[in-house]
């Protein structure tokens, strides 16, 4: 029987230019308000039918309190798992990056270094029946597991989720292979 566990640690390199902006994750859309354009609000988002505002929410947190788009969206309307989720699952950036106006995302280049890691897992058994002096039998079951998180989740290039290094996120392979052979 043979057993081994091999670890292996590298720094995961991560650059975008499609997040977006921080602000929005917590629900203060006004960074997105751009009082030189024709359309100041087009960035932000519409009030949902099905929602009922108090007057003093419509004051405070709609654009020119007219209760129609929202700057500001009220604690009472985020849901507390999304927001959990958003602070595991997206970078850590600072609100005071700058906006761009025309999309929502942040104007630079958001790039980090993340820790990598990953454990693989290989092991054999083999176990030998002699019938006779000249019968012979042997099996060896070859087994290894990988969890690795050495990669983003997805291509920056493309829209989609960030990197992290919890178990929730990373899939669990475990290909096995048995063989058996007679001498």
Do not use: C
């Amino acid at each position: 029987m043979a057993y081994e566990r091999n670890y292996a640690r590298a720094a995961v390199p991560i650059s975008d230019q499609k997040l977006p902006h921080p602000a929005f994750w917590g629900g203060d859309f006004s960074p997105a308000i751009n009082p030189s354009a024709a359309n100041p609000a087009k960035l932000l988002p519409d009030v949902p039918a099905g929602v009922t505002l108090t007057p003093a929410e419509v004051l405070a947190d709609t654009y020119l309190g007219l209760g129609q788009k929202f700057v500001t969206i009220p604690s009472r309307l985020l849901d507390p798992h999304v927001q959990q989720l958003i602070s595991v699952y997206f970078p850590k950036i600072s609100p005071l990056v700058p906006i761009n106006l025309a999309n929502g995302r942040i104007a630079n280049l958001f790039q980090t270094l993340l820790p990598g890691r990953s454990t693989r897992d290989l092991g054999t058994l083999r176990v030998d029946h002699d019938f006779t002096e000249k019968d012979h039998v042997y099996v060896v079951y070859n087994a290894s597991a990988f969890l690795g998180a050495t990669s983003p989740v997805r291509n920056p290039s493309q829209d989609s989720a960030w990197f992290r290094t919890t178990a929730e996120i990373i899939p669990f392979r475990a290909p096995m292979s048995a063989r058996f052979r007679a001498i």
